[in-house]
């Protein structure tokens, strides 16, 4: 238990929310008031915000980070037949979005110092019939995407970062989501811009891939009851709009507010820090430390009262929904040994520097007696 008889929770939406309540109930209100739910002002604002937040041209929002990816594969015109390649450890969503467009997802093992895709691995996996690449910016910190680029332009393939885990993150001072073809998001509530539910977006420079997501989203139709292509139901609400317009304003802050308590953490002894690649900016949406003993260290935290989660504890190739996929245990050495020692320490918007102490001097205790 903390000083204060609490505990430490690895993540807590309520600071973050008690400081915005007041916007976040004009937003709600101003929706309501409106009369208008789906596919109106507010998505339309949103869209042209987060779009220029980040200098491209586009933002299509959908309905969750997992259609952002289905839906950006699918206008891209990939499907059936091809082959997109991504890594296993990630949230399962990534691979269920590319099954769901109808792909077959070639999965490569990671860098261990950044937990993201190996480009050497990449550009080892690419058949006559890969057609796209999806980095993961895992955890807030951006995948190695200049020699990603480099093997895009090589084979011509279609990059689409997945940006749920690394809003507003940088690469050589390029904002992530702005290098590939394409970039999805998720608006999850715990994400480092949540809406409150589910929530996503696709973000472009290309306006006739724009205009296909635009279709798709909303039933392959071009105007009322005018269908061009089978499309799908996947939007996002006026509701969810308004309240993430409240936080995009905020959103370098409370980045810069994540920072702060990772550059605390990083004096931690005991455990495997994270690394931030030279030139990146890490957002640390997940503070990620690895421990050779982990369960045993996490249950320690526990009874001092240090919430921990595992972000993940068995890689998309091993769980047993995705045993076709015929990648047996050591086929990916990295990412099952991260698998297996990572977790996920106390990070969220409004820790408070007492709380930060608590999880620092908890460990420095724990480390002294191991
Ligand atoms: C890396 C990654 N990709 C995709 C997704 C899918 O997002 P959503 O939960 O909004 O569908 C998530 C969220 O869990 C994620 O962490």
Known sequence: MTSSGGVVECTDLRPLHAALAQGLAA???????????ILGPEV????????????????????????AIELALRAAGIGPGDEVITVAHTAVATVCAVERAGARPVLVDIDPRTFT???????????SRTRAIIPVHLYGHPADMNAL??????????LLEDCAQAHGAESQGRRVGTMGDAASFSFYPTKNLGALGDGGAVITR????????KRIRNYGQVVRYRHQERGVNSRLDELQA???????????????????????????????LPTEAR????????????????????????????????????????QEAYADLGL??????QTESAAAEVLSLPMYVGLEDHQVSHVIETIAKISERT
Request: with cysteine; hydrophobic share 45%.
């Open 206 to 213: 290309d306006a006739a891939l724009t205009a296909r997501l």
């Open 242 to 272: 308004a309240l993430l317009r409240v936080k995009l304003p905020h959103l370098q802050a409370h980045n810069d507010a994540r920072r702060a308590v990772a550059s605390r953490y990083q004096s931690l002894a005991g455990v495997g």
């Open 44 to 67: 339309e604002a949103f869209e042209r915000e987060f779009a220029s937040w980040h200098g491209v041209d586009h933002a299509v929002g959908v309905a969750n980070g997992t259609d």
């Open 27 to 37: 937003a709600a209100t101003r929706v309501l008031q409106s009369g208008w739910f």
């Open 149 to 158: 680029l480099a093997i895009k332009q090589k084979h011509g393939l279609f």
């Open 328 to 333: 047996r245990p050591g086929a990916l050495p």
């Open 117 to 127: 895709m190996d480009p050497a691995a990449a550009a080892s996996a690419i058949t």
């Open 279 to 318: 030139g990146c900016r890490h957002v640390y949406h997940l503070y990620a430390v690895r421990h050779p003993r982990r369960d045993a260290f996490m249950a320690c935290l526990r009874e001092h009262g240090v919430g921990t989660l595992i972000h993940y504890p068995v890689p998309v190739h091993l």
